[in-house]
């Protein structure tokens, strides 16, 4: 039997929810090959604190909550709900902290502190679900999802919830019922987790071997940028072999049919990590490179000020490879801004899931800080 995958994604709480005014931070956790976003509460999640000196210590706890400091995080959490008793934020806090340092039974009785003082608390309902589903007692993560689903029957989480503990328990039709709920309210509501929606469809699709139905599901969920796990990524989704095709570059003609297998290989090489297929890599940089070097359609400007990362070859690969795919994609050949722009995207996106294997660029952090801040395009346009 195959091992599954889990992606369970939890605490994406939707605006509408009574009582929460902030979205929710999200960690990722990665155990016995589970992906689990699990959420931390923000201050204005319930109703806070009137003192002062709990507000402080929670403060404190958050800042080495982000340090990764487990231990003085939950020392002062702790010193914080012994100001406040009431200070719910806290307990769903320290419930997070636990369970990232496999203390899963107190994470499991700060939960439940959180939920008995406010019984709608969306936050440690899911929260309270990852611990059940990582303590593998599946029914009471079904419950704590049924709970959600009762307070807010408008909010995905829980049927998404529903559905990837009932994958996890190889009930793929109820997975599959609760998966495609969710994934219709993403789509109803233009949710910025549809990608999320789409990969858990295509992952019960996956395990229940109707493998045409997965790649459907899946390749959407590649559309909108989730990253698969490798290992389906490769069974689904194989590297296109540029060797194996007989390609021929020497007329213009050459080079407009090959157009379509240009953007299927810029693809790959952005999506497939770094570390894996590297002599499959190789082989498709140099049809790339041929390609790019040689079209007669449009041009590549190679600047210094706007690619200030020469040394890193596979992220200049990957600029040109940007550049291309927009240039091809749009028709919009001669707009050598929208070239440019779309070519640093792709090297920032590239450099974020590969920079173990690339090493630290501050060059381009310093370009992924720009477009967080909303100043890349104004860089551009300032250096072309």
């Known amino acids: ?12 709480l939707m605006l509408s929810s009574a009582g929460f005014s902030q979205p929710p931070a999200k960690e990722t956790l990665d155990s016995d090959e589970k992906t689990t976003l699990v959420t931390i509460s923000e201050t204005k999640m319930y109703a806070g604190t009137t003192s002062p000196k709990a507000q402080n210590f929670f403060s404190q706890a958050q800042e080495y909550d982000r340090k990764n400091d487990l231990e003085n995080a939950k ?21 997070l902290v636990y369970r990232r340092l496999g203390d899963f039974d ?41 709970n959600i689903i009762a307070i807010n029957p408008e909010d995905p989480e829980g049927y998404f919830g529903k559905a990837n503990t009932y994958l996890q328990m190889g009930e793929f039709e109820k997975a599959l019922k609760n998966g495609k709920k969710a994934l219709d309210i993403y789509q109803l509501t233009n949710s910025p987790h549809l990608a999320d929606g789409y990969y858990l469809v295509g992952l019960i699709y996956y395990y229940k071997n109707e493998k045409d139905q997965a790649i459907t599901f899946l390749q959407e969920a590649k559309n909108l940028g989730a990253q698969l796990h490798p290992q389906i990524d490769q069974e689904l989704f194989p590297a296109p072999k540029a060797q194996e095709k007989d390609f021929t570059l020497e007329s213009p003609e050459d080079y407009a049919k090959y157009e379509e297998d240009m953007i299927k290989l810029i693809n790959w090489l952005e999506n497939t990590p770094l570390t894996e297929a590297p002599e499959q890599r190789k082989a498709v940089n140099a049809f790339v490179i041929q390609w790019i070097t040689g ?36 028709k919009d050949y001669e707009n050598k801004f929208q070239g440019n722009l779309a070519g640093t995207e792709s090297v920032i996106s590239f450099y974020q899931s590969n920079k173990k294997a690339i090493g630290k660029n501050k060059e381009i952090e310093k370009l992924a800080k720009l477009k967080e801040k909303g100043q890349l395009e104004a860089f551009i346009r300032s250096n072309m």
């Open 1 to 12: 039997m195959q091992k599954r995958q889990n992606i369970l994604i939890l605490g994406f």
């Open 295 to 330: 079209t007669p359609t449009f041009s590549i400007e190679i600047k210094q000020e706007i690619i200030p990362y020469m040394d890193c070859a596979e992220c200049l690969m990957i600029f040109m490879g940007g550049w291309t795919k927009y240039a091809l994609e749009s």
């Open 75 to 95: 020392k002062y959490y702790l010193k914080a709900i012994e100001e406040d008793e009431s200070y719910i934020e806290a307990y769903d806090n320290i419930g």
């Open 106 to 146: 107190k994470a499991e009785s700060y939960y439940l502190q959180s939920i008995k003082m406010y019984p709608e608390g969306l936050m440690a309902h899911q929260n309270l679900a990852v611990v059940y589903s990582l303590k593998q007692e599946y029914p009471k993560a079904i419950k704590s999802y049924d």
